[in-house]
């Protein structure tokens, strides 16, 4: 069975199958009522707790205007009594490092909030409505951890309905991949925190964080050459150009991000970031076969306080903040509109073949989750670990399995734009 999700100008639809299209499309464009009781922290098996789902069981309450007329990128947090869906015990995927609660992280309130943008609803993520859509497809994070840490939250979020078995390709745990055998989807992380092709030059460097050599020209073919495959990519990239690195271009140094060798141009990390991405997007502009969307998911804001991340900084906050407690600024701004401004090229390159780009639009919403760390609470206090106080990744569970919402929302979205085209074209 075919989803509305694929952009197929050609196909010649005859009345039965637009009959189905709408069918289908009225299902995917409804609020699912979430009326069956959340875990609670049950081992029960999961058909005993969560009566199954069944799209016809849905009634229609949002028109079509107002999904396109909402921005989701702007918002408050607003108090959700009935997070969390998952916990360490239920979900097997969480990443040890961002296992917050195991570490005794004492507050659990972080938890405890859901995304409200202005002018609509987002509603909380639904495994069910979620599977039903990707039913016989694939999807893959590309990046760096923090798009394995939005995997992992989305595989937690799902093991409501199912857990997907491991067939990853490689041992190397860079490079997973899983399957959701009972719905055909495929689940796929990519390793790549530069987007671009890297090399560690010297893994201490002048800040001890590792000198890299960026060729900021060339793709990097570990991931550029196996994604024509997948009908979803969300990428992303960001913390790693904080990084001393060396900039190549056409296989020449052209300057560096703070190398501190004295005949070498120093650049602001923006450089590398732009062209970076520039280069990823280029890469997939520049695809065969690809039928799939890409979604950008953009940077997330670390939250360092009272110091940088090697100089005791910390993020000890216990709530969100409220959007006029806090402005995007500084680095992040400049971070954000670095990746906006290709995103926007990228976007316009893409639409002369056909392609699609979306964006998944978070930094404003987890610009204001200073609470949603793991700090110091992602390992045991007398391990020596290089990042001792994490405020750039994200607690499991925490305020990024909202990033499901997110990204169930656009999916959704979609499906009703496909709806609309294939409408015009008959
Ligand atoms: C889960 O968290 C609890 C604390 O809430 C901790 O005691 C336990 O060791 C953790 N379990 C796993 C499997 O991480
Ligand atoms: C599973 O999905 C893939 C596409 O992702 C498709 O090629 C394949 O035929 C599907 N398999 C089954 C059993 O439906
Ligand atoms: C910088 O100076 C060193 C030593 O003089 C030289 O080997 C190197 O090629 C120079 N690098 C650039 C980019 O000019
Ligand atoms: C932010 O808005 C809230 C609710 O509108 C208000 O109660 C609070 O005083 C405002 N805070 C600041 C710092 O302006
Ligand atoms: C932590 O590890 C680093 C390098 O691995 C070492 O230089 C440092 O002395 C260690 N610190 C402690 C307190 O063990």
Known sequence: MEFPLRNNRQNIINKKNISILIAITLILFTIVRLSYPFLKYSSKNPEEIYPPYHAEDESIKIKDQDYEKCDISTGEWVPNPEAPYYTNKTCWAIHE????????????????????????????FNPYQFLDI???????????????????????????????????YTPDEHFKRW?????????????????????????????HTGLFNLYLDEFDESWTNHIDEFDYIVLNAGHWFYRPAMYYEKGRIVGCRFCQIPNITDFPKTYGFRRAFKTAFKAINSLENFKGITFLRTFAPSH??????????????????????????????????????????????????????????????????????????????????????????????GPIDSWSDFLLHLLKMEGWRSHKERNSLA
């Open 304 to 397: 360092f306080e009272n110091g940088l991340w090697n100089q005791g900084g910390n993020c000890v906050r216990q709530r969100p903040f409220r959007s006029n407690e806090t402005l995007m600024e500084g680095e992040n701004l400049d971070l954000y509109m670095t990746q906006m401004e290709e995103y926007r090229v990228a976007e316009r390159e893409g639409k002369k073949k056909g392609f699609r780009f979306r964006l998944i639009d978070t930094t404003q919403a987890m610009l204001l989750r200073p609470d949603g760390h793991p700090s110091r609470y992602g390992h045991w206090p007398h391990e020596n670990v290089t990042l001792y106080n994490d405020c750039v990744h994200w607690c499991l569970p």
């Open 134 to 168: 990707v039913r016989g497809k694939s999807l893959a994070f590309i990046g760096d951890s923090v798009g394995r840490n939005q995997m992992q939250s989305l595989i937690c979020l799902l093991s409501r309905v199912e857990y997907p078995i491991d067939v990853s």
């Open 179 to 207: 399957s959701y055998v009972s719905y055909n989807f495929t689940l796929a992380h990519y390793w790549t925190p530069f987007l671009v092709k890297a090399k560690e030059e010297d893994p201490n460097g002048p800040t």
């Open 97 to 124: 490092h961002q296992n917050c609660m195991k570490y005794g992280r004492p507050d659990r309130d972080f938890m405890k909030w859901k995304w409200k943008p202005d002018g609509c609803d987002l509603p909380v």
